[in-house]
Every structure is written in C-alpha cells, then in structure tokens.
C-alpha cells in the first residue's frame, strides 16, 4: 500500500493534477483563514451565528468550504469576529495579463 504523500509527490508531476490542486490551495487559504479568524475570537459556532444574524449551520457552511461567501458575508464575518477584511490581487509568476 502506497502512502498519502507518496502518491501525492508522484501525481504532483502530471500537469492536470498539478493545475487542479493549485487551483483549490485558495479556497483551502479561505477556510483554515475562516476557521482561525473565529478561533482568535474566542466564538463557537452559535455565537458567531448570532452576532452575524444567521444560523450556526450558515456558519459550519463558511467553514467547511461548502459554498463560496460572497464579498458581503466576508465582511459581515469580520465585522462579527473583530477582524478587517482584506482581499488582495498578487500577479502569478510568468503569467502576463492579456
């Protein structure tokens, strides 16, 4: 039997694989970045769900990556967990706009 990160290194070589794993590390970032920012804020689930006016199932939702928030819900978040959104564009190495 094959281990995890084994067969992760030897998939990583083919270019499709490749492609869509980095294409998921984003939404990855959002939800560990989620889950942390309500972490730092001391809140379960429920309380944040108040302070957001939402429900604690909207929460799990946010934090499991089912979905994807809407710049709106991001800020709400925020606001809820004492944080500043920031959102920012950084240019991808030998990637030129068209």
């Known amino acids: 039997m094959m281990?995890?990160?084994?067969?992760?290194?030897?998939?990583?070589?083919?270019?499709?694989?490749?492609?869509?794993?980095?294409?998921?590390?984003?939404?990855?970032?959002?939800?560990?970045?989620?889950?942390k920012a309500r972490a730092r804020a001391g809140l379960s689930q429920a309380q944040l769900a108040k302070r957001m006016k939402t429900t604690q199932s909207a929460i799990a939702r946010l934090e499991s990556g089912r979905g994807k928030p809407s710049t709106r819900t991001l800020s709400r978040f925020a606001k809820a967990t004492g944080h500043r959104l920031k959102i920012s564009f950084e240019p991808v190495r030998g990637s030129r706009a068209r």
């Not at 067969?7 to 970045?33: G, Q, S, T, V």
């Open 3 to 35: 281990k995890f990160s084994t067969l992760h290194k030897k998939l990583m070589k083919d270019p499709e694989y490749r492609r869509e794993y980095d294409a998921l590390e984003e939404e990855f970032a959002l939800i560990a970045a989620v889950a």
